[in-house]
């Protein structure tokens, strides 16, 4: 009894009882419609012509998956020849015997009924296939500019933090009494950083350059706070190519998890290490810092962390796809990050 609930459960999850249901409805409405006409004596043969209908029908959604799997190539177009002969011959040998009785005298001429019938839902099941991969994507899509803008809001109320903010202009008021010089290079720097997060990262995708700036603007507002105690190794090449497009605000979440998980460790040679690299229309992004043991729970990915390294990684995964490779590594008192992703040129 147990296995048979299984079974029950592993169908509805794989969906396949949505399938099974809708042919056996489609055919018993079929039947019924046959029995109802007074045509009792043909209503098998019809029922078995619905079968085989359906039975064209999936073949052709099934190519019609396999093209989008692999395009038009010489291995789609024999299977799809393939599947139209088998099925008009099968048409054509089950119709002579259901409604003639006779298995080779009529077959020829069912065969031509049979053969225009089979590609007609052979490639009614291609473009069911097509139409249901164009909807969900069109649903990807939408979900994709959803998540978007849930995350403009977050990112408007967490990513530049009060707390941040404030602390970013009592540095400044300090710097001014003893070297007023800095200020102004300084208030510079805040205004772009406020532009970027206020107005920037309303699109879906901006340029990998103004991403990197506002990386840098921000690695700058933290050398004062940190002053000598963190050693920084910062490797971010400037990028000219303003075709090279990233989602907005995903590179600094780490960096922001760097700082933060730097400046709490006991060890007093503690770092951060930034590195970054373009090859073609990929991005190699790459963090490390210091870190103490202690607190490892607290530098796995949370909704505490700035906007949250789980709500980034959930980005990335929507936004990306198969495009996204992220790995995470914690050992010897050092926590490490790898990021690889391919740029968008929309």
């Known amino acids: 009894m147990e296995q048979l ?62 093209w989008l799997k692999t395009g038009v190539h010489a291995s789609f177009l024999q ?41 007609l839902f052979i490639f009614f099941g291609i473009a069911i296939a ?73 699109a879906q995708f901006i340029s990998l350059q103004d991403e990197l700036l506002y990386i840098r603007n921000y690695i700058d507002f933290e050398k004062i706070q940190t002053g000598d105690r963190v050693h920084l190794h910062i490797d971010i090449p400037e990028v000219i190519d303003l075709n090279l497009r990233i989602a907005p605000m995903l590179l600094i979440v780490f960096v922001e998890n760097a700082f933060k998980y730097s400046k709490i460790t006991k060890d007093p040679k503690s770092f951060i290490s930034i590195r970054l690299n373009v090859k073609g229309d990929w991005i190699y992004f790459e963090v490390e810092n210091s870190y103490d043991p202690a607190y490892r729970q607290e530098t796995e990915p949370s909704e505490s962390s700035g906007i949250g390294l789980h709500h980034t990684l959930k980005r990335l995964k929507l936004i990306y796809g198969n495009d996204c490779l992220y790995n995470n590594f914690a050992e010897n008192g050092k926590y490490r990050i790898e990021l690889c992703l391919k740029a968008s040129n929309k």
């Open 5 to 66: 609930e299984r079974l029950i459960a592993r169908l509805i999850l794989s969906r396949v009882w949505i399938h099974v249901l809708f042919c056996v409805v489609f055919v018993l409405v079929f039947a019924v419609s046959v029995v109802l006409s007074g045509n009792k004596g043909v209503a098998s043969a019809a029922m078995l012509t619905c079968l085989f209908v359906l039975s064209c029908t999936y073949a052709g959604r099934w190519c019609g998956k396999y």
């Open 79 to 119: 299977k799809l020849l393939l599947s139209i002969l088998i099925f008009s011959l099968t048409g054509a040998a089950g119709g002579s015997y259901l409604y003639r009785g006779e298995l080779f005298q009529y077959f020829v001429q069912y065969f031509t009924v049979s053969f225009p019938m089979v590609i």
């Open 130 to 202: 097509l139409a249901r991969n164009s909807l969900y994507r069109q649903i990807n899509e939408a979900q994709v500019l959803q998540k978007q803008k849930e995350s403009e809001m977050r990112l408007l109320l967490s990513q530049l933090s009060p707390h941040f903010l404030f602390n970013t202009l009592n540095n400044i008021y300090g710097i001014s009494l003893t070297q007023h010089q800095r200020v102004p290079s300084l208030l510079l720097k805040l205004s772009e950083l406020l532009r970027y997060s206020v107005y920037e990262t309303r």
